[in-house]
């Protein structure tokens, strides 16, 4: 579903607009002076929507319909949010002019829209054919007008984005994706200032629409396991936003579902790890026979890392204890009763990759190249320890080893 | 031939694939990771071949990798850390940490130290790399400019 502004040749739409408007005369009064929307669905033209610009902030909606096939599916709904978030910038009062139909009065009230006034004998000084509703003749048009600003909230539209902040930061973003995605969600619902300071833990925003005081929040992130598929979906949900697609209460919404979307499978990421290990065991070196053990050590590796996430283990002993499991699976394995010989390095540089913090590398690489130094030095010495802590598991096991005597036979 | 295709080949795909995995990248992607990270093993391992010292190789390498990750990125609409954490993962110099420390456990420091720095390099190499590609203005990237390009060219011509 997607809403397009139509600029060339108008009359196209004429078959749709006369249903709102039997006259074509009256249509290509305001027609050219006037904005009009269409809102597309699989490649068909649904609804049409004209408004006109007034002057002194305000606006009126001249023309609304939905082709008769799809009516009753909320599209005309869809179209007026639209259109409301889209002249709230620029106007203050959207009014509306219609006949005495009750269902018709009915939906703009639903839609937020209250009585303003009422033109005499509009209908019947304007059409040349009698317009009848019920047999009774219409006459009179009656407007109905609606305040655009009290749908800007500057505190909803901050917490809101402050929330797809805070999801992104989680799962591993970079700080000028977070810092992007929280500037586009405010400035598409009409926040204009706004100023962010992002740290690789923490969000600080201060946002104003010059008419009310600025509001400012911080929120603490603490460091956690990286989800790419919530980063992208929350990349997803904010260039939709900045389409003007969704609305505040929905792009919430969307955001607690995607906050509670669910890692892969166990089984799954643990296969994956062995996958992981095998693969790079034989790229670097490592025999068939080789990478076939490392692909069993990267899957107990990533057992043993999995378990610890679930009871909260620091990240300083899932690494080290990591190091050793690897290393005392490769050395037993050394010592089993092979077909042929193997060789130890193959199998444990395998069972390492699984543990080497390639995203926080690289999230540290680009913060640094875009000149957030200090979220970029913090996340480099957060990956640069992981690599420390495997090391010292490693050195740890192989020691241990070498002076059980042991040695000899590395 | 085979062997060599399976090694240089499937293994990298397979293996970054592994990793995105991990890193939890929506199904849709994982055949463009895998690609990813076989272009950029595929380029290490040409340099390598042809001379070049690893971390010259890491260099070229992420090269691949980071243009393939902003290309693919203006393809596929979505963030770029997706392709490119899966598709560095086959060059980060694990190889040389083990070393580092079995050297540093046996006693030869010497030998420790040179493995040390040498990763220490291509890790270098790799910071590098991305970088120099990232900083590269976003709109090099976006098919529009290269064709408004084109059409200001002919209309010159």
Same mark, same amino acid.
């Given at each position: 579903?997607?809403?397009?502004?139509?600029?060339? @040749?108008?009359?196209?739409?004429?078959?749709?607009?006369?249903?709102?408007?039997?006259?074509?005369?009256?249509?290509?009064?305001?027609?050219?002076?006037?904005?009009?929307?269409?809102?597309?669905?699989?490649?068909?033209?649904?609804? =049409?929507?004209?408004?006109?610009?007034?002057?002194?902030?305000?606006?009126?909606?001249?023309?609304?319909?939905?082709?008769?096939?799809?009516?009753?599916?909320?599209?005309?709904?869809?179209?007026?949010?639209?259109? #409301? !978030?889209?002249?709230?910038?620029? #106007?203050?009062?959207?009014?509306?002019?219609?006949? @005495?139909?009750?269902?018709?009065?009915?939906?703009?009230?639903?839609?937020?829209?209250?009585?303003?006034?009422?033109?005499?004998?509009?209908?019947?000084?304007?059409?040349?054919?009698?317009?009848?509703?019920?047999?009774?003749?219409?006459?009179?048009?009656?407007?109905?007008?609606?305040?655009?600003?009290?749908?800007?909230?500057?505190?909803?539209?901050?917490?809101?984005?402050?929330?797809?902040?805070?999801?992104?930061?989680?799962?591993?973003?970079?700080?000028?994706?977070?810092?992007?995605?929280?500037?586009?969600?405010?400035?598409?619902?009409? =926040?204009?200032?706004?100023?962010?300071?992002?740290?690789?833990?923490?969000?600080?925003?201060?946002? !104003?629409?010059?008419?009310?005081?600025?509001?400012?929040?911080?929120?603490?992130?603490?460091?956690?396991?990286?989800?790419?598929?919530?980063?992208?979906?929350?990349?997803?949900?904010?260039?939709?936003?900045?389409?003007?697609? =969704?609305?505040?209460?929905?792009?919430?919404?969307?955001?607690?579902?995607?906050?509670?979307? &669910?890692?892969?499978?166990? $089984?799954?990421?643990?296969?994956?790890?062995?996958?992981?290990?095998?693969?790079?065991?034989?790229?670097?070196?490592?025999? *068939?026979? !080789?990478?076939?053990?490392?692909?069993?050590?990267? #899957?107990?590796?990533?057992?043993?890392?999995?378990?610890? /996430?679930? $009871?909260?283990?620091?990240?300083?002993?899932?690494?080290?204890?990591?190091?050793?499991?690897?290393?005392?699976?490769?050395?037993?394995?050394?010592?089993?009763?092979?077909?042929?010989?193997?060789?130890?390095?193959?199998?444990?540089?395998?069972?390492?990759?699984?543990?080497?913090?390639?995203?926080?590398?690289?999230?540290?690489?680009?913060?640094?190249?875009?000149?957030?130094?200090?979220?970029?030095?913090?996340?480099?010495?957060?990956?640069?320890?992981?690599?420390?802590?495997? *090391?010292?598991?490693?050195?740890?096991?192989?020691?241990?080893?070498?002076?059980?005597?042991?040695?000899?036979?590395? | 031939?085979?062997?060599?295709?399976?090694?240089?080949?499937?293994?990298?795909?397979?293996?970054?694939?592994?990793?995105?995995?991990?890193?939890?990248?929506?199904?849709?992607?994982?055949? #463009?990771?895998?690609?990813?990270?076989?272009?950029?093993?595929?380029?290490?391992?040409?340099?390598?071949?042809?001379?070049?010292?690893?971390?010259?190789?890491?260099?070229?390498?992420?090269?691949?990798?980071?243009?393939?990750?902003?290309?693919?990125?203006?393809?596929?609409?979505?963030?770029?850390?997706?392709?490119?954490?899966?598709?560095?993962?086959?060059?980060?110099?694990?190889?040389?940490?083990?070393?580092?420390?079995?050297?540093?456990? @046996? @006693? !030869?420091?010497?030998?420790?130290?040179?493995?040390?720095?040498?990763?220490? /390099?291509?890790?270098?190499?790799?910071?590098?790399?991305?970088?120099?590609?990232?900083?590269? &203005?976003?709109?090099?990237?976006?098919?529009? $400019?290269?064709?408004?390009? /084109?059409?200001?060219?002919?209309? /010159?011509?």
């Amino acid at each position: 579903m997607k809403i397009r502004q139509i600029t060339r @040749n108008k009359d196209e739409y004429m078959d749709l607009l006369l249903m709102a408007d039997p006259q074509e005369d009256m249509i290509e009064r305001y027609l050219d002076k006037s904005d009009l929307y269409v809102l597309v669905n699989g490649g068909d033209v649904c609804s =049409v929507c004209v408004v006109e610009p007034l002057k002194n902030r305000k606006c009126e909606l001249k023309n609304i319909a939905t082709r008769t096939e799809d009516r009753g599916k909320g599209y005309a709904k869809y179209m007026l949010r639209y259109i #409301c !978030e889209r002249y709230s910038a620029t #106007c203050d009062v959207m009014y509306v002019g219609t006949g @005495n139909y009750k269902e018709i009065i009915r939906f703009y009230e639903r839609c937020g829209f209250i009585h303003s006034h009422i033109v005499a004998n509009f209908f019947s000084e304007n059409y040349r054919e009698p317009i009848y509703e019920d047999g009774v003749r219409l006459t009179d048009m009656i407007y109905l007008k609606k305040q655009l600003d009290s749908s800007v909230d500057v505190k909803k539209v901050v917490d809101l984005a402050l929330e797809a902040g805070r999801i992104l930061l989680k799962n591993g973003a970079e700080i000028f994706r977070v810092d992007e995605t929280i500037t586009r969600i405010c400035n598409s619902f009409h =926040v204009e200032y706004v100023d962010t300071f992002i740290l690789s833990h923490a969000i600080f925003v201060s946002a !104003e629409n010059g008419v009310e005081e600025a509001y400012t929040k911080v929120k603490q992130i603490p460091l956690s396991a990286s989800h790419l598929g919530i980063v992208a979906e929350v990349n997803e949900l904010s260039r939709e936003i900045a389409g003007g697609f =969704v609305s505040i209460e929905e792009a919430k919404e969307r955001l607690r579902r995607i906050d509670q979307m &669910p890692a892969k499978r166990s $089984y799954f990421q643990v296969l994956a790890a062995g996958m992981g290990s095998g693969s790079f065991g034989y790229l670097l070196g490592a025999t *068939a026979l !080789e990478s076939v053990i490392a692909f069993g050590i990267g #899957c107990i590796l990533y057992v043993w890392v999995l378990t610890a /996430k679930k $009871y909260n283990i620091s990240k300083m002993l899932v690494n080290i204890i990591g190091g050793v499991i690897i290393t005392v699976l490769a050395l037993a394995a050394l010592h089993l009763p092979f077909a042929a010989p193997v060789k130890i390095d193959g199998m444990i540089i395998g069972g390492i990759m699984p543990l080497v913090p390639g995203l926080a590398f690289v999230n540290a690489i680009r913060d640094i190249a875009d000149s957030d130094f200090l979220s970029g030095t913090v996340r480099m010495i957060d990956a640069l320890l992981v690599f420390v802590y495997i *090391a010292v598991g490693v050195g740890f096991a192989l020691s241990v080893y070498n002076n059980m005597g042991g040695g000899l036979m590395l | 031939m085979i062997h060599n295709f399976i090694m240089h080949v499937i293994c990298p795909f397979v293996g970054t694939v592994a990793f995105a995995v991990l890193f939890n990248v929506p199904k849709r992607f994982y055949l #463009c990771c895998g690609c990813t990270g076989a272009a950029g093993w595929l380029m290490y391992h040409m340099v390598m071949i042809y001379g070049g010292s690893a971390a010259t190789a890491s260099f070229c390498g992420t090269l691949v990798v980071v243009l393939l990750s902003r290309i693919l990125t203006v393809v596929m609409k979505c963030p770029i850390t997706i392709f490119l954490v899966s598709g560095i993962i086959p060059l980060v110099p694990g190889a040389g940490i083990y070393y580092t420390v079995f050297y540093m456990v @046996n @006693n !030869e420091l010497a030998e420790a130290a040179r493995r040390g720095m040498e990763s220490a /390099k291509v890790a270098f190499a790799i910071v590098l790399a991305i970088v120099f590609v990232v900083s590269l &203005p976003r709109k090099y990237f976006q098919p529009l $400019y290269w064709m408004e390009r /084109k059409e200001r060219k002919i209309r /010159k011509g």
